[in-house]
């Protein structure tokens, strides 16, 4: 059976054809240009492909929520031609199959959780570190919903006194994505992060700012592994660095046989930067079921 999966991303839509077992079959990458004209793009490229479903991991925040009469729509995004944009609503007007919708965080978390480092978890965290920060919570076995989606991103964090950056994010300053996304670090430091790969001030502070969060989801969540991606995270250096201060920043005070070794328990993505387009496949699956 064939599956169509969208990884709807701020910079390019990946759309992608896979079957039952994860599999991707065929893929293609288009830019994130305004609806009209990526919508129709991506509505002919899963045209004809015979899928029995989609999935879609989007970007947010979105509307989860299926009793509500936007459920399926991008809301208040900071991409402005996105706004209140009904991309459940075209696809599936357009393709007439059932559709399976989430973050795209979330899709990661749940590709990790089917076929990945997380298989067979009860409770699990992923979490993007990239333009933005996301986090995608796996609890009791399930994708972690509430009133709307997490936003682990936008947890508020103190600036580390030696840090005299305002703060990237538009609502809050110093929040998560705020002082440790891509951009907060291209604007504290003057530089592109990619260009900064044998600064070790830059990445011992933002494995502070990374080990700090991490730290509070793990205080909360309780998860049993934790997983690190992101284009911040492709600098090999950060992730010891992150192990090494979240333990310190435990202080010893909770006491698991996860925690005995963290470098099995905070973890890089397993599935080759595959996972949010996996993911996106098995919402699709979940979705067919849901429709039988």
């Not at 004209?37 to 991991?57: N, R, S, V």
């Not at 700090?212 to 911040?232: D, E, H, R």
Request: charged letters at 20%.
């Amino acid at each position: 059976m064939r599956f169509g999966a969208l990884e709807a991303g701020g910079t390019k839509m990946v759309c992608a054809v896979g079957n039952e077992d994860g599999k991707i079959l065929e893929r293609v990458s288009i830019p994130t240009e305004p609806p009209d004209t990526t919508m129709p793009k991506i509505y002919e490229y899963f045209c004809g492909k015979e899928i029995a479903a989609l999935g879609i991991g989007c970007f947010g925040p979105i509307d989860l929520s299926r009793e509500s009469k936007t459920y399926g729509y991008i809301t208040t995004t900071s991409k402005l031609a996105w706004r209140q944009y009904n991309i459940c609503g075209y696809l599936k007007e357009h393709l007439n199959v059932p559709i399976g919708f989430d973050t795209d965080v979330n899709g990661s978390m749940l590709g990790e959780a089917t076929w990945g480092c997380a298989k067979g978890l009860d409770t699990a965290i992923y979490i993007t570190v990239g333009t933005g920060v996301g986090v995608g919570v796996l609890a009791g076995g399930r994708l972690l919903h509430g009133m709307q989606h997490p936003e682990g991103g936008h947890i508020l964090i103190p600036a580390r006194e030696d840090d005299r950056y305002s703060g990237k994010c538009p609502y809050h300053g110093h929040c998560m994505e705020g002082l440790a996304a891509g951009p907060a670090i291209e604007e504290r430091w003057g530089k592109k992060a990619e260009t900064l790969a044998d600064d070790e001030k830059v990445w011992e502070l933002e494995a502070h700012y990374l080990a700090y969060a991490v730290t509070n989801y793990i205080m909360m969540l309780s998860p049993q592994k934790i997983i690190l991606g992101g284009g911040v995270m492709h600098q090999e250096q950060l992730l010891p660095m992150v192990r090494s201060k979240v333990d310190k920043m435990l202080g010893g005070y909770i006491r698991t046989k996860e925690l005995l070794d963290m470098n099995s328990y905070i973890v890089a993505p397993s599935l080759q930067d595959n996972q949010g387009i996996m993911g996106a496949l098995k919402l699709g699956m979940e979705a067919l079921d849901r429709a039988d």
